[in-house]
Each structure stands twice: as structure tokens, then as C-alpha cells.
């Protein structure tokens, strides 16, 4: 299987819903689910060598689900851009593994989340009293955790919401770059990969955020698939907001009774080695791993990275 199949699933808010769209590889009938949530300003297709590696491991008998949060690549924009935010996304996923749960029971629930993608792994994770289709039965964290550090918000927020044009994928690739090479060497082939599933055709787009296609047209210039207004959330963060954030997501964090894998790039500038090391020591006391070369985030493509993931969920 190279391409995974896309559908959506509508999802509520206060000003009347959005639809989350979601990119699904191997085994829709297989009742081992992995969900894999990516960063701020990516999209589900992060995920596709990780996705592939998976199903080899386990001979095609899994089912891999990789959304795009609302807000970027295929899903909706909120109308109100205040709403991107952690809680929003984690009653999205709710919503979505509900779905999954009625086209095929759960029996076996993994979740690998990137970034912000592990920050909503924590809250369902960390949460009992949500209605999860089965509990969460092993977590991946990759590159965060309960201490967020503010310069790498304020690093992250210098450029998030400034979409630009591309007048080719090359340009964009290197545009991208610029402002990503701290996820670590990548051949120019794995990047131009990254890239391609960021971007839009500008006629395309919508003035919603959808598009008429799934994939990448032909027609530059390019744009980059999500709301520029996901960045007015980070950019009204205070002291004071994230004094009060890291001590709930500690809470969420303690509250975790899943065996968790804690992935970190060694130079990481958004999860310090401390507070890695802490993660180590309370809550479920994850298992560390880093690698040498890599800031925020590890992408999960190199063999090292990917391999990790694999062991820890399928050995």
C-alpha cells in the first residue's frame, strides 16, 4: 500500500461544526488502531513512512489513522480562531475514534503524537474520565512534554501565520528549510516529501481552507494548507497562562497509566533534557530515547527514529 485513503469525520464546535479529515493506511478491519497526531503546522501525511513501517511490521494487520488537526492540510478552519487550542483538538480525536469504534470495534488503541500532537496524547491519556472507545495501551511522545519552553513558542510564533507564495515545491522545500532545520539531516528527497503534503495550489484553496483536491495541483503558485489564524492563540499567550499550562499538563501528565515512550531530539530548544529526565522519574515514567543531531521535532523518518516506534509498539 503507497497511498493511504482519506475520509472525514464531522466534529462539533459552538458555531456549527467542522469536518476533520483523516488519511487512513492498511487494514480498516483490523481492530488495532494506531492514531498518530502531528504538529502545530503540519499535517497527517508526516506520518506516511512511520504509517509504512508499521504495517510491515505487523503484516498489514493494523489500522494507522493520521488526521489533519482542524485547521491544517484537508480539515476545516474554525470560525473562531480562538478554538484552536488543546482542548478543541482532543474532543476532535474523541469524536473520531468514536467513528473508528463503529465501523470496527477497538480493541487495541496506540497513539504517537509530535509536538502539539502529543500535548492532546496527554490530555486523553491523562484524562479517565473521557469516553475512549478502550484505554490508550502504549503512548509515544515525540519532542514534548508537560514544560513547554516559551523561546521555542516565541521561535515557532515569529513564523507561524506568515503563509507567503511559492512559485514552485523546490522554492517551498527551501523556504520550509529555513525555518525547519532543526528536525534534523534529511536527504533532499525525504524533504521534498515533507514539503509536498504542506502546500496547496492558491487557486485551489478555498476561502474556508478546503481544497478542491487531496493532493498537490499543478497550477503554482503554492500556499501553505492551513489557517494562518491558528497563530492567535500563541501569540496571546502570557506568563501567566503558561505558569498555569504546565501545571495542568503535569496533572495530565501524572495521571497517565500507559506504558509511554518519550522520543527527544537531543538539542531539542522545546523539551529541555531536564524536564525529559523528569518525565523519566513521575507518572508513567516513560522510557527515553534520543537522538544525537536532532532538535525539535525527530520527523520519525530516519530508520533510528521510525525503528523506535515500531519496537516499542509492536515487539
Known sequence: MTEPSLFFVPCADPDGGHRTACWQWGDAASPHVVLCVHGLTRQGR???????ALLARANGKLRVVCPDVVGRGRSDWLRNPQAYQVPTYAADMLALLA?????????????????????????????????????????????VGPVVEPAAIARIGAY???????????????????LSSTFGPHTPEQWRELTRHLLVSAA??????????????D????????????????????????????????????????PTLLLRGAVSDLLRKETALEMTQRGPRAALVEFDGV?????????????????????
Do not use: C
Request: glycine content about 8%.
Open 295 to 315: 532538535g525539535h521535532a525527530p520527523t520519525l523518518v530516519a530508520p533510528a527514529q521510525s525503528g523506535a516506534v515500531l519496537s516499542f509498539l509492536l515487539d
Open 219 to 258: 497550477t503554482p503558485p503554492y500556499v501553505l494548507h492551513y489557517d494562518p489564524a491558528i497563530a492567535v492563540p500563541i501569540r496571546a499567550i502570557t506568563p501567566e497562562m503558561f505558569a498555569s499550562a504546565e501545571s495542568a499538563m503535569w496533572a495530565l501528565y501524572d495521571a497517565i497509566t500507559a
Open 160 to 178: 507561524v501565520g506568515q503563509m507567503g507564495r511559492f512559485p514552485s515545491l523546490e522554492a517551498a522545500a527551501d523556504a520550509m528549510w529555513a
Open 46 to 52: 508526516d506520518f506516511d513512512v512511520l504509517a509504512q
Open 204 to 217: 485551489q484553496r478555498t476561502a474556508d481552507g478546503s481544497a478542491k483536491t487531496a493532493s498537490l495541483a
Open 99 to 143: 467513528h473508528l469504534h463503529g465501523e470496527q470495534a477497538i480493541e487495541t488503541l496506540d497513539y504517537v503524537g509530535t509536538s502539539m500532537g502529543g500535548l492532546i496524547g496527554m490530555a486523553l491519556a491523562g484524562s479517565p474520565g473521557l469516553p475512549l472507545p478502550v484505554p490508550i495501551r502504549r503512548l509515544v511522545l515525540n519532542d
